[in-house]
């Protein structure tokens, strides 16, 4: 199973991101898929994910900001990310549950002030 991420890069505060994520390989059904993210210094925290029928579950730090959405044809994971802060800096890794963990590579995301 691979995951490829797209979408980081450099963003003002106040501004907006969108990150994606598709899965492939050995693919059966996709519990769970999702994005965390991991600033310097910091432990990898929960941003967003989302299970197989749609349910969403969002990290304290970014709700009411990100919303993240699922096409299951695609295996694909979309987060888009609204008035980004600073704080939001982070490398962001992309993360499926297909009877085990797997993550992607993980994608920078810079917030200017």
């Known amino acids: 199973v691979q995951l490829q991420a797209s979408g980081g890069g450099l963003v003002q505060t106040g501004g907006a991101l969108q990150l994606s994520c598709t899965a492939s390989g050995a693919l059966s059904y996709i519990v769970t898929m999702g994005w965390y993210r991991q600033a310097p210094g910091k432990q990898r925290d929960l941003v967003a994910r989302?299970?197989?029928?749609?349910?969403?579950t969002y990290g304290d730090s970014v709700k009411g900001r990100v919303t993240i959405s699922r096409d299951s044809a695609k295996n694909t994971v979309t987060l888009q990310m609204n008035s980004l802060k600073p704080e939001d800096t982070a490398v962001y890794y992309c993360?499926?549950?297909?009877?085990?963990?797997?993550w992607g590579q993980g994608t920078l995301v810079t917030v200017s002030s």
């Open positions: 989302i299970s197989g029928n749609g349910v969403t």
């Open positions: 993360y499926a549950f297909i009877g085990q963990g797997y």
